[in-house]
């Protein structure tokens, strides 16, 4: 479904600006500032036998963001929605991809709004075509409370760091993964020695103080040249993220969360970024949407849009 732009309107002019008065249709030409991009797709939580419904995500953050105010001149354009059909999910990634790389190649920070966490893979091959012509490093944050490592017969929302890790290794890529938020009991043995084995550097969940995360990221950012920060709203308690394919029993503060996507988007280095698994089906008030919503806003405004 197309998303139009509107909501409560208090007049002309910046002093009343919100999203849905500022946000213009993405011109793809080189410019500055942030172009989002749907990834309307939960065919990676249904191959993984997760709640179905992460498909609605992009209209729904959509629908969240419209009645914020937009502050200091930030500019965000919307390039649409890529919408994986049935089980098309490959085909429906390497789109995604494509409109990732020619943002970046305009100059953008794409913000992709996802759909599973299958987006991750989508959203990163568009980064890679790009990073890897420019000689960059990358460093992916994932804040989530799975590592979503997984090793199956087909890629699913639990697979997409793997796939990039295999992927990048192969071909002889220093990619680094982090993950912040790792819940212990919903992530088995075989998950924690996989991340093991790829050398990915975790917080668990209940280590995730401010000052531990701050640590935790700034030691990423001095170490790459470009950040893909990923958010998985399971990664939050789900009184504040119920709308989600696997609600938190336990879940990282949302100011320790917002204060770390703060700090991503103030580095200069975020290149990309993209949220996954809201579930609006399962949303109560659209709380998990609002808050994703604030999210975004905060990446946005810490990035100078
Ligand atoms: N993106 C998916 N992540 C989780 C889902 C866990 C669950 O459904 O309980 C995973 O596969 O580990
Ligand atoms: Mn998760
Ligand atoms: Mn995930």
């Known amino acids: 479904m197309t998303f139009l732009w509107t909501g409560r309107d208090d007049g002309p ?18 410019g500055k500032g942030v172009v989002l991009i749907g990834f309307a797709s939960d065919a990676g939580v249904r191959r993984n036998c997760g709640r179905a419904g992460a498909a609605a995500g ?20 919307d390039a649409g929605t890529v919408t994986v059909e049935g ?25 992709v709004l996802g759909g599973g966490h299958e987006v991750a893979y989508g959203t990163y091959s568009g980064l890679a075509a790009s990073a890897r012509r420019a000689g960059r490093r990358v460093g992916i944050l994932n804040l989530d409370a799975h590592f979503d490592l997984r090793e199956a017969r087909r890629p699913t929302s639990g697979t997409p760091f793997r796939q990039i890790l295999v992927q990048e290794r192969a071909r002889g890529a220093d ?21 093991e084995s790829f050398g990915v550097r975790y917080l668990l969940d209940e280590d995730c103080t401010r000052a531990a995360v701050a640590g935790f990221v700034d030691d990423m950012v001095a170490d790459v040249d470009l950040v893909y920060l990923t958010i998985d709203l399971d990664v939050l308690p ?23 996507v703060r700090r991503v988007a103030r580095s200069g280095k975020l290149a990309v970024a993209d949220v996954a698994e809201l579930n609006p089906g399962y949303d109560v008030d659209g709380r998990t949407a609002r808050t994703a919503a604030r999210l975004i806003d905060t990446l946005v405004a810490g990035a100078g849009g």
């Open 58 to 77: 992009p209209y729904a953050l959509r629908e969240a963001l419209a009645p914020l105010a937009l502050h200091d001149g930030v500019v965000v354009e």
């Open 13 to 30: 002019g910046d002093a009343h600006l919100r999203w849905h008065t500022g946000v213009r249709v993405y011109s793809r030409e080189p």
């Open 175 to 195: 990619v680094r993964y982090d993950v912040l938020g790792i819940s212990r009991p919903n992530n088995t043995r075989a998950l924690f020695d996989a991340a």
């Open 238 to 260: 789900a009184a504040v993220a119920p709308g989600v394919s696997a609600p938190a029993g336990y879940g990282v503060p949302l100011d320790v969360i917002a204060a770390a």
């Open 87 to 111: 089980d098309a999910l490959e085909s429906g990634q390497a789109a995604l991809g494509r409109v990732v790389t020619s943002a970046l190649d305009n100059g953008r920070l794409p913000v």
